[in-house]
C-alpha cells in the first residue's frame, strides 16, 4: 500500500494518546515530562506530514516542527530546573503529593 | 517500496519505545527507551523527506534533552520508587484509548486537499531562506529571546540561596 | 539624508533613555555616565536635524514624506500607520528642540552635580526629547496624541523629580491634571476628524479642510478642540495655571519643558493642523483673541512676583499668547519664528536664573542685587536676553515681535492695542529683573560667585542664538522658507524696518518699559513702594493671580461641587425622600397592618426559600470543592476529556 497522510496523521495520534496516558498517570513528575515531549513529538510529526503531503515545496510544517523543538527544549531546561527546586524543598518529586492548590 | 517497509518498521519502533517509557518499572530504562523512541522519530522525518529536521531532532532531542533527563534522573534516583501509576490510571487510560479513536476516525474521515508535487530535496536551503530572509526572522529573534529567558529562568531556579 | 536616519532622530535619545534606566543599578557609582550618555544622544539627534534641514533646503522641495510601518489595522476602515513628515516646520522645530536640550543637558551636568536622582533626572530629559521629536516628526493624529500625552508624563514626572516636598508634588499633579483637561479636547478632535474623513493622517486631514470637504461646523468643532488642547499644554487662559507653579521642578527642566518645547507644543499643534483653522474665521479669531488677551493678563501678573522663576513663567505664559495671537491673525510663518527665538531666549533667561540660584541659593528677588560684578557673564547673557525679550533692533526678539505687531495691527484694533501695552510691560517686568538681581548691593546672606564652566558654556551658546537667530528672517528668508512672504535683501530688510512707524512705535513702548524700571529700581526717581501703595487694588490682583486659583479651588470644587451639588442631592435624599415620603405613606395605620400579612409570607416563605438557596449553594460547592484536588494531572485529566468533547463536537456539527 501507499503510504498516504493518514498513515502519519494515525501514529501521530496513537504517540499522542500514549504520551496522554503517561501525562495523566504517573506519578514521578520527570516521567511527566517525558511524555510529554513524546506528545511534542507526535505534533512534530503530524506538522512534517502536513507540510510534505498538502503543501510540499512550501517548508511551513518544517519550520513550525523547528519552533516546536526549540520551545520544547526551553521547557525541559525550565521544566527540570523546576523539579531540582521542588525536590530540593520538598524532597519528594511525587505529583501526588504537591497539591498546594487543593482549596 | 522500501519506504513503506521503513515505515512500518519505524512505526512499530516508534509506539514500542513510547510504550515502553509509559510502562518500564525501572525510571532509568524508561530514560532510554525515550531515547529510542525519538531516534525513531528521526527516523520517521526521513521517510517524510526531512533531512534537516532529522538532523536536528537527533542534535537537540537525542543530545541535549535526553541528556538533561537523564542527568535529572540521575539527581533524583533515590526519592523516587520507580515509574508507577497513580490513581488516574484507568480514567486516562480510558480517555487516552477514546482520544485515539477520535482522532484516527477524524482524520481518516476528512478529505484533505492532498496535492501531487514532489517535495523538495534538499530542505536546508529552503528552510533557510524562509526561516532568515522571508518573513520568519522574527520568530527566529524571538525564539532565541526565549532560550535566553529558559535560561535565565533556569539559572535563577535552581541557584542555592 | 538616507531614510532610516530620520527615524533615529527621535529613536537616538528614546535609546539613550533606555539605556540609562536598565544602567541605572549597576554603575550608581559613576553617575557622570548618564549625563553623558543622554549627552551623546542628542547631540546625534541635532547634528541629523541640521543635516536634514540642509537637505532640505538643498532640494528644494519643501517637504519629505517618509513612509512608516502600519501599526495597527483593523479591517479597512481604520488603520494608523506611523510615518514621519520632514517638512520646513518639523525641520525647525527639531532644530529648537535637540539643540536647546543638548545646552540644557550640558547645563545640568552642572546644576545637577551630587542630586541622588541623577540617572533618573537624565533618562526623564532624554525621554522627554525622544517624546517631543516624535511628536513634531509623526505624520498621524493618533501618534501625535501618544507623544502628546508622553510629553504630559514627563512633564509630570519632571516637575515632581524632587518628590519629597510636598510643594514639587502638588504642582506635578495640578500640571498633570490641567493640561488634561486639555488633551480630552484633543481627542475629542482627533475622534470627530476621524468620523469625517475616515483618515488619521495629518497631511490627508489638512487637505481634505483645505479642499472644503468637511462641513464648516464640524470644522470650527474640531478647530476649537483641537485649541483647547494647545490652551492646556500651551498654558493660555484659562488653563494657564498650572505653569507658575511647575516652577518647583529644577531650573534646567523649566528651561528645556517649560520655556521651549513642551509649552511650544500647543502652538506646533495649532500650526501642523492650520488648514483646518485656516477654514474656519470663528476659531482663528477665538485663537486670537484668547492669545491676545493671555499675554496681557499674564504680564500684568509678572510684573509683581518676587520670585525669578514666577516672573519668567508669567513671561513664558505671555509670549505664548504673542504666538497664538500671530496665528490667529493668519501667519503660521510668524508665530514659528516667535518660537524660534523665544526658545532660545527663555531657555537662556531660565538657566541664567538658575545660575543665579547656583550662586546665592534663592530665587527671591529680594536677597539679590550687585551680582553683575560677581557673576559677570552670567549678567550680560541675561542681558542680552533681556534686551531681545523687549524686542530691542537688532536682536531676535525685535525681528519676530515686531511682525506680530504688523499682523495684529491689519486684522484688530483691540488686539493690537494689547499686544502694545503687553511689549510696554514685557520690557518693564525684564528689566525689572535686571535691575534688582545685577544691579544696586547684594541684599542677601549667602556668598555669591560665579557659575562653573560646565554652565556658562550654553549659556554663551544660547546667548549668540538670542541675539542672533532673529537675523535669518532679515531677508525674509525664514518666512518664505516657511511659505510665507517674499525675501529681499539682508542689508535692505536689516535697515528698511525703520521706514514703518510701527518700528518707532514699538521701540518706544520698549524703551519706555525699560526707562521706567531703571526709574522705580535702579536710579529711584519713584519709589517702587509708593507705586505699589498707589496702584493698591490692582497690586492685589496681580499678585493673587486674579484669584483664579481660588476661584478654581475653593469656589467650584468646594463650594459649587462639595457644599452645592452633592450636598443637595444628600439633603434631597435623607430629609425629603426618606423622612417625608416614608413617614407619609408607609408609617400609615392601614398600610401598617396590609405589610403585617406580607410579613408573615417573608418569614416563612421568603426566608426559608433565600436560607434554602444559601444552604444549597453550599452544599454543592461543597461537593464541587471535591473537584479542587491540588493535583495537576486531575486538572489535566478533565481538559484532555474537555478537548476530546470540542473536537466531537464540532466534527459531528460540521
Known amino acids: 500500500m501507499t503510504l498516504s497522510l493518514e498513515h502519519y496523521l494515525v501514529l501521530s495520534a496513537v504517540l499522542f494518546a500514549i504520551g496522554l496516558y503517561g501525562a495523566l498517570a504517573k506519578k514521578s513528575a520527570i516521567v511527566i515530562l517525558m511524555c510529554i515531549e513524546i506528545m511534542l513529538n507526535a505534533a512534530a510529526i503530524a506538522m512534517v506530514a502536513f507540510s510534505r503531503f498538502v503543501v510540499p515545496t512550501l517548508l511551513t510544517g518544517h519550520i513550525f516542527t523547528i519552533f516546536i523543538i526549540v520551545v520544547a527544549a526551553a521547557e525541559a531546561t525550565v521544566g527540570l530546573a523546576i523539579i531540582m527546586s521542588v525536590y530540593r524543598s520538598r524532597e519528594t518529586i511525587d505529583v501526588t503529593k504537591i497539591d498546594l492548590m487543593k482549596w | ?149 529558559a535560561i535565565l529562568g533556569a539559572i535563577v531556579l535552581v541557584r542555592e540561596n | 539624508m538616507p531614510e532610516q536616519l530620520y527615524w533615529l532622530i527621535f529613536l537616538l535619545p528614546l535609546a539613550a533613555s533606555i539605556l540609562i534606566f536598565l544602567m541605572a543599578a549597576p554603575f550608581k557609582a559613576r553617575p557622570r555616565l548618564f549625563g553623558y550618555i543622554g549627552i551623546l544622544a542628542v547631540a546625534a539627534s541635532a547634528a541629523l536635524s541640521l543635516w536634514a534641514l540642509s537637505d532640505l533646503l538643498s532640494t528644494g522641495s519643501r517637504e519629505i514624506l517618509i513612509p512608516g510601518f502600519e501599526w495597527l489595522a483593523i479591517g479597512d476602515s481604520f488603520r494608523i500607520t506611523f510615518g514621519l513628515i520632514m517638512d520646513s516646520l518639523t525641520a525647525v522645530m527639531v532644530i ?68 519629597e516636598r510636598p510643594a514639587a508634588a502638588s504642582a506635578a499633579k495640578k500640571a498633570f491634571i490641567v493640561t488634561r483637561i486639555g488633551d480630552i479636547g484633543f481627542l475629542a478632535a482627533i475622534l470627530l476628524l476621524f468620523a469625517e474623513t475616515g483618515s488619521l493622517n495629518i497631511t490627508e486631514v489638512n487637505h481634505l479642510a483645505a479642499t472644503g470637504i468637511i462641513a464648516g461646523g464640524t470644522l470650527t468643532a474640531a478647530a476649537l478642540l483641537i485649541f483647547t488642547g494647545a490652551v492646556g499644554k500651551s498654558a493660555q487662559f484659562p488653563l494657564h495655571i498650572w505653569l507658575p507653579d511647575a516652577m518647583e521642578g529644577p531650573t534646567p527642566v523649566s528651561a528645556l519643558i517649560h520655556a521651549a518645547t513642551m509649552v511650544a507644543a500647543g502652538v506646533f499643534l495649532v500650526a501642523r493642523t492650520f488648514p483646518i483653522f485656516e477654514a474656519s474665521e470663528s476659531a482663528l479669531l477665538v485663537v486670537a483673541i484668547i492669545g491676545g488677551f493671555t499675554a496681557l493678563f499674564a504680564a500684568t501678573m509678572g510684573l509683581v512676583m518676587t520670585d525669578i522663576k514666577r516672573v519668567l513663567a508669567y513671561s513664558t505664559i505671555s509670549q505664548l499668547g504673542y504666538m497664538m495671537l500671530a496665528l490667529g491673525t493668519g501667519s503660521v510663518a510668524i508665530a514659528i519664528f516667535h518660537l524660534f527665538n523665544h526658545a532660545f531666549i527663555k531657555s537662556l533667561l531660565f538657566l541664567g536664573a538658575g545660575s543665579v540660584n547656583h550662586a546665592t541659593g534663592t530665587f527671591d528677588m529680594n536677597h539679590m542685587g550687585g551680582l553683575r560684578r560677581v557673576m559677570p557673564w552670567t549678567f550680560i547673557t541675561f542681558l542680552v536676553a533681556s534686551l531681545s525679550m523687549a524686542g530691542i533692533w537688532p536682536l531676535s526678539g525685535f525681528w519676530s515681535k515686531d511682525e506680530i505687531l504688523a499682523g495684529a495691527l491689519d486684522s484688530n484694533a483691540i488686539l493690537f492695542w494689547l499686544a502694545m501695552i503687553t511689549v510696554f510691560m514685557t520690557a518693564f517686568y525684564m528689566f525689572r529683573i535686571i535691575f534688582v538681581t545685577f544691579g544696586g548691593k547684594y541684599r542677601g546672606l549667602g556668598h555669591p560667585h560665579e557659575s562653573p564652566r560646565v554652565m556658562l558654556w550654553p549659556l554663551l551658546f544660547l546667548g549668540v542664538l538670542a541675539a542672533f537667530s532673529g537675523l535669518v528672517n532679515v531677508t525674509g528668508g525664514f518666512g518664505h522658507f516657511l511659505g510665507h512672504g517674499e525675501t529681499t535683501g539682508f542689508l535692505e530688510g536689516f535697515f528698511s524696518v525703520f521706514g514703518h512707524p510701527l518700528t518707532w512705535l514699538s521701540l518706544a513702548f520698549a524703551t519706555g518699559g525699560i526707562l521706567l524700571a531703571y526709574a522705580m529700581y535702579s536710579a529711584r526717581w519713584l519709589d517702587p513702594a509708593f507705586i505699589r501703595q498707589l496702584f493698591r487694588p490692582l497690586h492685589f490682583i496681580f499678585s493673587r493671580k486674579y484669584l483664579m486659583d481660588e476661584l478654581f479651588e475653593k469656589a467650584i470644587a468646594q463650594v459649587l461641587l462639595l457644599k452645592g451639588a452633592f450636598a443637595g442631592l444628600q439633603f434631597f435624599d435623607s430629609r425629603i425622600w426618606d423622612n417625608g415620603l416614608n413617614s407619609v405613606i408607609v408609617e400609615n395605620a392601614i398600610v401598617r397592618r396590609l405589610f403585617a400579612g406580607f410579613r408573615y409570607f417573608d418569614e416563612k416563605g421568603v426566608d426559608k426559600a433565600v436560607d434554602g438557596v444559601a444552604g444549597g449553594t453550599r452544599w454543592s460547592g461543597r461537593i464541587l470543592s471535591k473537584a479542587q484536588t491540588g493535583q495537576l494531572q486531575v486538572y489535566a485529566l478533565f481538559i484532555a476529556g474537555g478537548i476530546l468533547a470540542i473536537l466531537l463536537f464540532v466534527y459531528l456539527a460540521g
Open chain 2, 1 to 149: 517500496m522500501g519506504i513503506e517497509i521503513a515505515f512500518w518498521v519505524l512505526a512499530v519502533l516508534t509506539v514500542g519505545a513510547a510504550l515502553a517509557v509509559v510502562l518500564t518499572r525501572d525510571l532509568f530504562r524508561a530514560a532510554l527507551f525515550l531515547v529510542l523512541c525519538f531516534l525513531a522519530v528521526a527516523g520517521i522525518f526521513v521517510t517524510l523527506s526531512a533531512d534537516f529536521l532529522a538532523a536536528v531532532q537527533i542534535l537537540i532531542y537525542v543530545g541535549a534533552i535526553s541528556v538533561l533527563i537523564i542527568l535529572a534522573i540521575m539527581l533524583t534516583r533515590e526519592v523516587q520508587r520507580g515509574n508507577i501509576s497513580n490513581k488516574l490510571s484507568l480514567p486516562a487510560l480510558v480517555v487516552a484509548l477514546i482520544i485515539t479513536g477520535t482522532f484516527s476516525l477524524v482524520m481518516i474521515n476528512t478529505d484533505w486537499n492532498i496535492s501531487a508535487e514532489a517535495p523538495l530535496e534538499p530542505t536546508t536551503g529552503p528552510l533557510a531562506t524562509s526561516l532568515f530572509s522571508e518573513g520568519f526572522v522574527l520568530p527566529v529573534e524571538i525564539s532565541a529571546l526565549v532560550l535566553l529567558a
Open chain 3, 96 to 163: 529648537v528642540i535637540s539643540l536647546v536640550s543638548l545646552m540644557v543637558q550640558i547645563y545640568s551636568q552642572g546644576y545637577m552635580h551630587g542630586d541622588p536622582g541623577y540617572y533618573r533626572y537624565y533618562g526623564l530629559i532624554s525621554l522627554f526629547t525622544a517624546s517631543m521629536l516624535g511628536l513634531v516628526l509623526t505624520d498621524n493624529l493618533f501618534m501625535a496624541f501618544a507623544f502628546w500625552e508622553l510629553v504630559g508624563l514627563c512633564s509630570y514626572l519632571l516637575i515632581g523629580f524632587w518628590f
